[in-house]
């Protein structure tokens, strides 16, 4: 238990760090010159590159037998991220502070699961990452409430111009880098439980000896992860709804997102296991589609709350199912080739997803990404409940 606890805290801390700044990434971009094209690079390269590195970290950590180094250096990441985010002055240094935290995150994650996995007796391993889960989540939703403290204590109006929020910006990540620091701290207590079994070959994805409805599978969910842009986008379609809204109340529709996810989380979990994993993410990437239209169409700032809410809802009812459903779909000797695969196609797909949605953006108006997003995301569903 005593891992459990400990990469919990670590978690919760560096989560803190993390919301505290990144839903302000967007308008911090803005603030010094760069448009949503320039936005859509930034986080497609971010969000690609971690999840591409989670299918390898884990064969590293297998291959060293070592759990502890991995996930404390990709923790550490983190801190080093904030701190080039600080002395950004163009979106460069933007997204080299993004790069380097994400690059973090792609190698911490495998490590760090396995050391929850492999510290907790095997009938207790659902609710050893639940808890894991409960305060990564808690972190995140303490770290936006902290972000607003930060921000209201500049007293800014609203009619303050993004330019006028920079210093605000570099205080709000200075405070992040005490969690970020302290999160790495709170993990060299932790014990290694590294026992992996030598393997001298990469992970091998072959995809002609995978199911036909796992390849099909596959790929809708790589048609909708093309729909599926960075949040940011969210958030700056939030900020363009009325001209005079601030910050601190597109950083509320945020918290309330985070809120809804986290209460929903596990209700979902259970629904998951009564009506089936196949209905549920069909009904899931049809209801994203309609919330994605939501936002290309929404003209009034409090339809906004109804929008995040239900967006939280999409979050809470489909995280975690496909790869409950890539499992359920994969035979025996062909699951951790099939998640692999399932997770490369994800990373490669994140980076067009961003790159199209700021260049929608920037060519199109504020709501093409969501209009494409969200036939994307219907479209993909009906792909599931034919091939399923």
Same mark, same amino acid.
């Given at each position: 238990?005593? @891992? ?8 919760? *801390? ?27 690079? !930034? ?20 291959? !060293? ?29 933007? %997204? ?23 510290s907790s007796p095997e009938k207790e391993r659902g ?18 409430? *902290? ?20 210093? !605000? ?32 070959? &990469? ?13 099909? +599978? ?7 992860? *093309?729909?599926?842009?960075? @949040? ?22 945020? &918290? ?6 986290? &209460? +929903?989380?596990?209700?979902?979990? +259970? ?10 993410? !069909? ?17 009034? +700032?409090?339809?906004?709350?109804? &929008? ?6 999409? =979050?809470? %009812? ?41 260049f929608l953006w920037s060519y199109f108006g504020p ?10 995301? =219907?479209?993909?569903? =009906?792909?599931?409940?034919?091939? *399923?």
């Amino acid at each position: 238990m005593w @891992n459990i606890i400990i990469t919990g805290i670590g978690s919760l *801390l560096t989560d803190i760090s993390t919301e505290m700044f990144y839903p302000l990434i967007s308008f911090y971009l803005l603030a010094l010159g760069a448009g949503p094209s320039i936005l859509g690079f !930034v986080e497609g390269i971010a969000e690609s590159l971690a999840s591409l590195l989670k299918v390898y970290s884990g064969y590293i950590s297998d291959k !060293v037998q070592k759990r502890k180094p991995l996930a404390i250096l990709g923790y550490s990441f983190s801190s080093i991220g904030k701190i080039i985010l600080y002395f950004a002055s163009n979106w460069v240094g933007i %997204f080299l502070g993004r790069f380097i935290d994400r690059f973090g995150k792609g190698i911490r994650t495998a490590p760090r699961d396995a050391i929850i996995a492999e510290s907790s007796p095997e009938k207790e391993r659902g609710k050893s990452f639940g808890i894991h889960r409960a305060m990564d989540t808690l972190g995140a939703t303490l770290g936006i409430i *902290l972000s607003i403290y930060v921000i209201k204590t500049f007293n800014l109006t609203e009619t303050s111009s993004l330019k006028e929020y920079i210093p !605000v910006f570099k205080s709000v990540i200075l405070v992040s880098l005490i969690p970020a620091i302290l999160g790495v701290g709170i993990l060299l207590l932790l014990r290694e439980t590294g026992r992996g079994i030598q393997n001298k070959n &990469l992970p091998r994805w072959e995809w002609k000896k995978l199911d036909p409805k796992l390849r099909a +599978f596959l790929i809708f969910t790589f048609i909708f992860t *093309l729909g599926n842009s960075s @949040n940011q986008f969210l958030l700056l379609r939030a900020k363009t709804i009325e001209e005079n809204i601030n910050i601190v109340s597109v950083l509320s529709l945020y &918290l309330l997102y985070n809120v809804i996810y986290a &209460l +929903f989380s596990y209700p979902a979990g +259970f629904v998951s296991d009564k009506i089936g994993r196949k209905k549920l993410l !069909v009904l899931g990437y049809l209801f994203y589609g309609l919330v994605y239209l939501g936002f290309a169409m929404v003209r009034n +700032f409090n339809t906004l709350w109804y &929008l995040f809410a239900l967006y939280g809802l999409y =979050i809470a %009812f489909t995280e975690g199912v496909e790869k409950a459903l890539i499992s359920d779909l994969a035979p025996p000797d062909t699951k951790a080739t099939a998640i692999g695969l399932h997770a490369t196609l994800v990373g490669i797909g994140l980076f067009p997803a961003s790159l199209l949605a700021g260049f929608l953006w920037s060519y199109f108006g504020p709501q093409a990404p969501f209009y494409v997003g969200g036939f994307l995301g =219907i479209f993909a569903s =009906i792909g599931l409940m034919c091939i *399923l």
